[in-house]
């Protein structure tokens, strides 16, 4: 096959006024150190001057005021303020697995009144405000105790959890040689189990995505300075990132989950490596030309600078339609993960091509291969194959990812960020089966149903009652509580199945719903409220943000691709081939862990995360090679040879990126949460097929069958942006 002559070196954005880039990159080259200075001086502060980021696994601190379970907490606070959910729950059982005597019940009451009391002496303890011992159950196999905490300690807190750790200590000490065994539930003790098991997760996902990083850079370049060139200036950029992000989250009044630091660390490393790396293939492109250091840099940033800044915009875009979400949990994500990423574009843009600036040819040391221009003979071949034969490719790419989107069809929604992450044999998990014996499984986590507007007699609140009782899938209800006016009266709800299952959410949001309404007596106001009514409201503001998040990010997307493709026929055919690729990731996904591992469901808000992440970066690699297609159809290439050059040319850019960034998501799956090895694996599978299915087949097969009309109403005729004039001969360096 007959192929045109290679266009000239480092144009991915031939159609782009590099002046702009041009003048930037002489600016860094010619003050080198004052750059390097702003940003270290940057840091300082921020590391000096920001709080911390707020965060949170209570699920009703993401939703807004006016869903009805946020509604009905705001009665309970009002109106019952002395009543309490339980922070954790001790359960209480046999050791033989035998039913509890009476005096067995005696000494539960007995235990609960001893860390009451020491309480009061130990330190450790001061946060068990009071234990309630319940009755046993019905079939006697298991006895209760309420724990609660102090007013200001939140269940999701480091301090719950440490009074979590106390309590478990002080039981073990009460219950020993007695025959019983005593183990906590409820949402204090998950949140211990979950920092257990997580342990340092932070650390370990920075190691990891730090030791892929060095081994994937040392492969590629050989040389250990360029290798942790991007750890030393990533380092600098993610603490300005971290303070900007937690000032931020703070003054909007916003809360992330406990999972925003992990993927903060992933993001500003992995996607910040990518952008140095396109930018440090294109300066080694530029040295091969023979252009000296300095110029290469000017060379190279103009050349490359508005294909990292648009792959940059298209993921700030992304990140930044989260805000249209109803809950505050992607609200504060989205200028979270936004700021990551301009901080690192603009430290990728400014930073590096400062330090290796002063570097020179030694950003390369030891190795001598910059200097030699590779032969890229495994993408040289794959061009050429695909060029021959792009519908073949295209249809076969497509067709098994058409096969894996099936799957995502059978995704099932999980509520649980605590116990949904914990492993089977954390405390808290084992603690509620063992409730599950002789209680109805909701009886960690009542259900609350609230009547207000008028007072109630006695037999109006029966009648009312009893209507509860007989609504299918409600275990128990409690007798009505009454508030201090007489005007608001409280029933406590116990749903046969556990508070974040599909079937409670389905009893909550169908005929309990239903039947409250229904049998509200005559003026009065009636709201469901408790964490499964949380829950529900959460998958009713899921549902829809995906109706609205979805639609708006793709056309923010699409207006950066038409403007920097100058075209409006590619950005259909890239979004569709991106929306294919997150099909497949979500079906994988569910096959994987839903069918393959039993999981209940997958975690709730894993769709939305799916869709920022695998469409906002996975379009970074169709932009690559786009622009490179779009340069080789300028230079007059006809769009099968324009192929076989953009998948030679760029495909090991492509390549090297994509491995970075997706082994980089993947480090998550070590972090030992069940949550994030369900987000790491599902982000680094569909930033693969991004990478290596969708950029190297799929989007160039496609384009060379469409022919020219891919880039109407643009024209390939205009001829390629000149080269930077070079850099005063006083500024150079090698």
Same mark, same amino acid.
Request: no cysteine.
């Given at each position: 096959m007959k192929f045109t002559k290679r266009p000239r070196e480092g144009t991915e954005t031939a159609s782009a006024d590099p002046r702009v880039f041009a003048a930037l990159g002489r600016m860094v080259v010619g003050h080198p150190w004052r750059v390097i200075a702003v940003w270290v001086v940057a840091a300082v502060a921020v590391i000096a001057l920001s709080p911390g980021l707020p965060t949170s696994n209570d699920e009703s601190d993401f939703?807004?005021?006016?869903y009805e379970s946020v509604r009905a907490g705001k009665v309970r606070d009002a109106a019952f303020p002395d009543t309490f959910a339980p922070a954790a729950v001790v359960v209480v059982s046999r050791a033989d697995g035998r039913p509890l005597s009476a005096a067995d019940s005696a000494r539960v009451a007995g235990v609960a009144k001893s860390v009451q009391d020491a309480h009061l002496k130990d330190a450790h303890l001061k946060n068990v405000a009071e234990l309630v011992p319940g009755p046993p159950a019905p079939n006697r196999l298991v006895q209760t105790i309420a724990v609660r905490m102090p007013p200001?300690?939140? %269940? +999701?807190? =480091?301090?719950?959890a440490d009074a979590a750790q106390a309590l478990r200590g002080e039981l073990r000490r009460l219950t020993a040689g007695t025959g019983l065994r005593a183990r906590t539930t409820g949402a204090a003790s998950a949140a211990l189990d979950d920092r257990e098991s997580s342990g340092d997760a932070d650390l370990l996902v920075m190691i990891a995505t730090l030791v892929l990083i060095l081994v994937l850079l040392l492969v590629i370049f050989r040389s250990p300075v360029t290798a942790l060139l991007p750890i030393v200036v990533l380092?600098? @950029?993610?603490?300005?990132?971290?303070?900007?992000?937690?000032? %931020?989250?703070?003054?909007?009044?916003?809360?992330? +989950?406990?999972?925003?630091s992990q993927l903060l660390i992933v993001v500003l490393f992995g996607v910040g490596t990518d952008y140095i790396l396109f930018l440090m293939f294109r300066y080694r492109e530029r040295l091969r030309a023979g252009d000296d250091p300095k110029t290469a840099m000017v060379g190279?940033?103009?050349?490359?600078?508005?294909?990292?800044?648009?792959?940059?915009?298209?993921?700030?875009i992304a990140f930044l339609a989260m805000t249209l979400s109803t809950l505050s949990l992607f609200r504060s994500w989205g200028p979270s993960l936004a700021i990551a990423v301009t901080v690192t574009l603009l430290g990728g843009l400014t930073l590096v091509p400062a330090v290796v600036s002063l570097l020179g040819t030694r950003v390369f040391w030891p190795s001598k291969a910059w200097r030699r221009e590779p032969e890229a003979a495994r993408f040289a071949r794959v061009g050429a194959s695909l060029a021959r034969r792009p519908a073949l490719y295209a249809a076969v790419a497509g067709g098994v990812l058409?096969?894996?989107?099936?799957?995502?069809?059978?995704?099932? =929604? +999980?509520? +649980?960020?605590?116990?949904?992450?914990?492993?089977?044999?954390a405390e808290s998990r084992v603690a509620l089966e063992d409730l599950q014996r002789g209680l109805p499984a909701g009886s960690t986590d009542p259900t609350h149903v609230y009547l207000t507007g008028r007072k109630l007699d006695r037999a109006e609140l029966g009648r009312f009652g009893e209507r509860l009782k007989a609504v299918e899938g409600v275990g128990e209800v409690a007798p009505p509580q009454v508030g201090p006016d007489g005007r608001t009266a409280g029933f406590s709800v116990v749903l046969a199945s556990a508070p974040e299952s599909a079937r409670a959410l389905d009893t909550v949001r169908g005929p309990l719903r239903r039947t409250v309404r229904q049998a509200a007596p005559a003026g009065t106001d009636a709201l469901v409220g408790g964490s499964t009514a949380v829950y529900v409201d959460i998958r009713a503001a899921m549902n829809r943000d995906y109706s609205v998040v979805f639609p708006a990010a793709a056309a923010l997307i699409f207006l950066v691709l038409a403007l920097l493709l100058r075209s409006l026929v590619a950005p259909w055919y890239l979004l569709a081939s991106v929306g294919l690729g997150?099909?497949? %990731? @979500?079906?994988?996904?569910?096959?994987?862990?839903q069918q393959a591992g039993g999981k209940p469901g997958l975690l709730f808000h894993l769709p939305l995360i799916m869709y920022m992440f695998v469409v906002a970066l996975g379009t970074d690699y169709n932009i690559l090679i786009m622009a490179r297609l779009r340069e080789e159809a300028r230079e007059g290439a006809a769009p099968r040879p324009a192929l076989a050059a953009a998948i030679r040319h760029t495909g090991p850019t492509i390549g090297a990126a994509g491995l970075i960034l997706a082994g980089s998501f993947a480090a998550l799956m070590l972090a030992g949460n069940q949550v994030l090895v369900e987000v790491g694996f599902a982000i680094s599978f569909g930033i693969a097929v991004a990478a290596f299915v969708m950029a190297l087949f799929v989007t160039p097969g496609l384009t060379a069958l469409i022919g020219h009309r891919a880039w109407w109403p643009g024209h390939g005729a205009a001829p390629p942006a000149a080269d930077p004039a070079p850099v005063p001969a006083g500024r150079r360096t090698s």
């Open positions: 939703l807004p005021g006016h200001g300690v939140g %269940t +999701d807190t =480091p301090e719950a380092a600098v @950029l993610s603490q300005v990132a971290n303070g900007l992000i937690a000032a %931020t989250v703070r003054a909007l009044g916003l809360r992330a +989950d406990s999972s925003a190279a940033l103009a050349r490359v600078g508005e294909a990292i800044t648009s792959a940059a915009g298209v993921v700030i058409a096969v894996l989107a099936v799957g995502s069809f059978g995704f099932r =929604p +999980d509520f +649980d960020l605590a116990a949904g992450a914990l492993p089977s044999s997150f099909g497949a %990731t @979500l079906g994988a996904t569910a096959l994987l862990f």
